[in-house]
């Protein structure tokens, strides 16, 4: 039986998949998020137990506040029929969804989407979890390289981003009594299928996106993994209240 337990928002696909994936690698077991995709949530599922650990998919919409009694209160049923335990020790707050708009054409539908998504949703969610997670447990909450570099079209996205990583040192510091980390990851662009799949399918983006890289090439899922294994590991304990960016060094 695995001794530590990671919750995903967004598990089912994409960054959060990879960081499944890399966690279960080193024996972490993982509960996962989807929004409507069931049976790739369970595919998921089923490559986190073939690394040899326990995967369990529950449906959630992070837009959703109201329903975010009923998501801690299945969560923590399922802590105690799967693992007999009354807490997990890992949040990483992944869920989202991408926007490129220009600010003068941003509708506000589109802008409290993201808000709902983007902050509102983990700020809630991380709210009625904390019950659950164990005390020296660790969050990580995903932002953007975007919240630091300016690319015009990224602005609401942005800004959104730039909430979250305020509250995160907030967090940081108001959950450091029960020895909770509070940290940021802000990848920069990746080649996955998140908005529209643009960085890894344009190859005039992909180009420069590797032009404007330190390391000279766009990021891979794989870069964004390894690092919430980091964060979350007994290495990095002291590490708290942080941005740690995952770009390659875009745009220095």
Not at 57 to 64: G, P, R, S
Not at 153 to 182: D, H, P, S
Request: proline share 2%; glycine share 12%; with cysteine.
């Amino acid at each position: 039986m695995s001794e530590k337990i990671a919750l995903i928002t967004g598990g089912s696909r994409g960054l959060g998949l990879n960081a499944a994936l890399k966690l279960a690698e080193k024996g972490i077991d993982v509960i996962l998020t989807y929004h409507s995709q069931q049976q790739q949530a369970q595919a998921a599922v089923r490559q986190i137990e073939a690394l040899g650990a326990r995967g369990l998919a529950l449906q959630l919409d992070v837009a959703d506040s109201s329903r975010f009694d009923d998501f801690a209160a299945a969560v923590k049923e399922q802590l105690a029929l799967i693992w007999q335990r009354d807490s997990f020790d890992y949040l990483l707050n992944n869920a989202g969804t991408g926007l490129h708009q220009p600010f003068m054409e941003t509708t506000e539908a589109q802008f409290d989407q993201l808000v709902a998504v983007h902050f509102k949703g983990p700020f809630f969610l991380t709210q009625k979890l904390l019950p659950l997670l164990a005390d020296g447990g660790r969050i990580v909450n995903v932002s953007s390289g975007l919240a630091r570099f300016t690319l015009p079209g990224a602005g609401a996205y942005a800004a959104v981003k730039g909430a979250i990583e305020v509250l995160t040192r907030y967090q940081a510091k108001e959950l450091g009594a029960r020895g909770i980390t509070v940290n940021v990851l802000a990848p920069g662009a990746i080649e996955t299928d998140f908005g529209g799949g643009r960085v890894r399918d344009d190859a005039a983006l992909n180009a420069f996106v590797a032009a404007q890289t330190a390391l000279g090439r766009a990021g891979q899922p794989d870069d964004i993994g390894h690092a919430v294994v980091a964060l979350f590991s007994e290495q990095c304990r002291w590490v708290n209240g942080q941005r740690i960016e995952a770009s390659g060094g875009m745009f220095l």
